[in-house]
């Protein structure tokens, strides 16, 4: 399984990955999901993947490789116009990787599935996040839905869909995912520590810097730990109910 | 779907349910999924059921109505001696039910799958609490394991394992669940209220009351308002991400 969540704040875009990769519990191992695509000034592109991993491995060579073509028209994810066009781009490669690994036809298609977060903006065109499925369409973030989630996605959802508020810094996004997060991976094995953070300023068109947060973050330990105390006094500040006899 | 959740205090047993049974979202109904054998001063024991409804009714059925025959060696779960025994009959109830409606066999018999938290006391037994497969096998609750949820048991779950204390009060229980089961119902549709509540006090073989919590029930409006701004409070407590330049 796999925790990734893009979310889009007043001040720009929000993304956090785990990095756990497995096949069966006895076989597990560290593994980038996000990756970015940029040219300075112009354009600032994140890519966060759940599913097969040979799967997102493929999608995401093709991607790099094409951008790196010379040819006019090419598919090149860096010469897209608009976030939509990238959107489309990325949704057609990984269906087409997830055709090429199913001779057999969409039926047998299933166990090379894959899912991806979209995220970023192009020239004067909005910050913005797409959820791209194995089918190679899609579905934009928009103000009802600030964000979205893919792999493993309930345990940390409740948090997500109480505290976020799009006027909120990045320091308290980053906080909020934080928590988000350490809840998925104490209730999901194959969520695991660390995690990839990458912020996107509005408008800035810089490129993003990949941030790990590890174990031994201090950071990340006070609000692991924290969590489930600050959670006892909200729960002392509600009502009791009172049993009736 | 469904969400049960059976937990073990100090002071006893807490079992709650929702009541929204769907075939569909275009199909969904009002049906209890807790119910109670007793005999007084002698036993209490409570049912409740996840899966197809079709099944959990026909056992609940079978378990009565054997429960009133008259017959020496029967297998009636008012006459068995342990709770050990009475899980043993609900699963061999519960399997029979499921093989008899799949008569192609086990692979055929996914559809009518069905898992089950039986609680209770008996005589001078412990208070206890296990969970039963569909295959008729089943898991007993243990002080590391404090509570079993069946159904949709995600977006519930941190909140358990944060907030959850053996020594708390039964209000409280009820508080820690109301808040368990509002963050599912506000994630997944074909839970619904009103829930379902039984308590029982530890040695007490008294009949449980069923207590219907509905959405008028202002206590739970004011949890249920309540638990967005105390998470907030929580959250704030938490140490600030800082973020490195």
Redesign the interface.
Known sequence: MTYCVGMRLDKGLVFMADTRTSAGVDNFAVTRKMFSFEVPGERSIVIMTAGNLATTQAMISLLEERSKTTEERDPSILRQSTMFQVARLVGDTLNEVIVNSSPNGQGAADQFRASVILGGQIGTGKPTIFLIYPEGNFIEITDDTPFFQIGET??G???L???YDREMS???A???L??SFD?TV??NLSVGLPFDLM?YERDSLNPMRL?RIDATDS??Q??SN??????????L????????D
């Open positions: 309930k345990y959802k409740p948090i869909v109480r505290t990045f320091e308290d980053v906080k909020l934080l928590v809840s104490k209730s912020i941030t950071v990340y006070a609000i924290g969590w489930g105390d600050a959670l006892k006094d909200a729960f500040q509600l009502p009791s109910y009172t049993l009736k």
